[in-house]
Each structure stands twice: as C-alpha cells, then as structure tokens.
C-alpha cells in the first residue's frame, strides 16, 4: 500500500491497559502524571506510526487535561486515535479512563499531541489523508483544525 493513500481513522485506533501498583505513585499516593504522560505518549506513538505507515516522533504535547486523581488498584484504559493530519503531521486524541469491574468506564485525563512522520534519515515526510466515517470523527477532524491554526498562531507569534 502506498504509504500517502487515505486512511480511515479507525485503522490506527489504539488501546492500552494498565493497573496502578505503588511504584506507580506520587508522594500524596496518586498516580504520578509523568508515569501517565508516559504512557500517553507512547500511545499516541503508536498511534501515529499505525497511520503513517513509518516511524513517528513527538512534536507537541497541545494539551493535557487531568480530570480527578487516578489511585492504586485502578485499572487504565488509554484509548487513542488520529483527529487531524497536516503534510507530515498528525494530532492524536488520547482519552484516559478507569475502568470499574463493571465495566464502568470514567474519564480522568484527555491529551491532544502532536507526531511528525519521518523517514529513516529523520526528515519529515507525508502522512495518508484522514477519512472520517462518523459524525464525531469529522467534529473532532474539525476541532483538531482549530487546534492546528491556534498552535500556527502561537508559534508565529513565538507565545
């Protein structure tokens, strides 16, 4: 497959599963952000590379919410997947929940990052196209443009 033919977001959709244990934790006994951002970021990198077909690397962390405290026991579901593609570059949406033994699921955390496709000499190349399928993939498309304006604008205003 030619590596710049359109893909559909939910080809490179990706989850991961974690359990917090204590050597995940922070002196006030929640789950350390940098052990989350972490795992965001590898993630989204797999996202990413499931995409572009290639290797990726991270440009931009855009945003990143905590929502409420994450604890030990809790079982993570980190949920990711390309909202927006630029030439080179792809946001991705990674979405933290804790699950319930229900099944239950909370969201605790939502990050927007930003990934380079690159070739083997570390220079940028294309990504495939986005093809949305459903109303919240183009909503989401439509937000990430947003984004990818107001991240031009912060970068050309050096802000």
């Known amino acids: 497959m030619d590596k710049t033919e359109a893909k559909h977001v939910s080809e490179s959709e990706t989850e991961q599963i974690h359990v917090v244990f204590q050597s ?83 969201l605790v955390n939502t990050a927007y990052l930003v990934l380079v496709a690159l070739d083997k000499d570390g220079r940028p190349v294309p990504v495939p196209k986005l093809i949305c399928d459903t109303k919240e993939e183009k909503a989401e498309e439509q937000a990430g443009m947003k984004r990818r304006m107001l991240r031009k604008k912060r970068r050309d205003e050096k802000f």
Not at 69 to 91: D, N
Request: contains cysteine.
């Open 24 to 106: 995940h934790l922070n002196p006030a006994g929640r789950l350390f952000g940098g052990t989350l951002v972490s795992w965001i970021d590898v993630l989204a990198g797999v996202v990413a590379q499931r995409h572009c077909g290639g290797y990726a690397t991270t440009a931009e962390i855009d945003k990143l919410d905590f929502k409420s405290p994450i604890y030990i026991g809790s079982t993570l579901v980190i949920h990711g997947k390309v909202t927006c593609v630029g030439r080179t570059s792809m946001e991705v949406k990674v979405d933290t929940f804790t699950e319930e033994y229900s099944g239950e699921r909370k």
